[in-house]
């Protein structure tokens, strides 16, 4: 069992910045990818950035250019600096964390960015 650990996130003004962290409580064998989803009122659950123990990054179309997502040397870290913010960037923030072998994932219990215009 993975429990993940989110912080940052709150209210933003349009042009802003902010930077969400989120920290896996344990190790598990083999690769795994941490990242960020969210999700606004109405619409789909979607990808924010993911990276992988390899260091393999996917953006978002949405964010692409104005996202930074890192993670740290013990791989338990994940850190997502978002630039520029729009509001449309409004919803829901959550943590994810997955191993493609065995499938496994867990996810954050989220954390709410507000982008005020």
């Known amino acids: 069992q993975v429990q993940l650990v989110e912080s940052g996130g709150g209210l933003v003004q349009a042009g802003g910045s902010l930077r969400l962290s989120c920290t896996a409580s344990?190790?598990?064998?083999?690769?795994?990818?941490m990242g960020w989803y969210r999700q606004a009122p109405g619409k789909q659950r979607e990808l924010v950035a993911s990276i992988s123990t390899g260091g393999r990054i996917t953006y978002g179309d949405s964010v692409k250019g104005r996202t930074t997502i890192s993670r740290d040397s013990a791989k338990t870290t994940v850190s997502l600096q978002m630039n520029n913010l729009k509001p449309e960037d409004t919803g829901v923030y959550y943590c994810?964390?997955?191993?493609?072998?065995?499938?496994?994932?867990?996810w954050g219990q989220g954390t709410q960015v507000t982008v005020s215009s």
């Open positions: 994810h964390w997955m191993r493609p072998v065995p499938k496994t994932e867990f």
């Open positions: 344990a190790i598990l064998n083999g690769g795994n990818v």
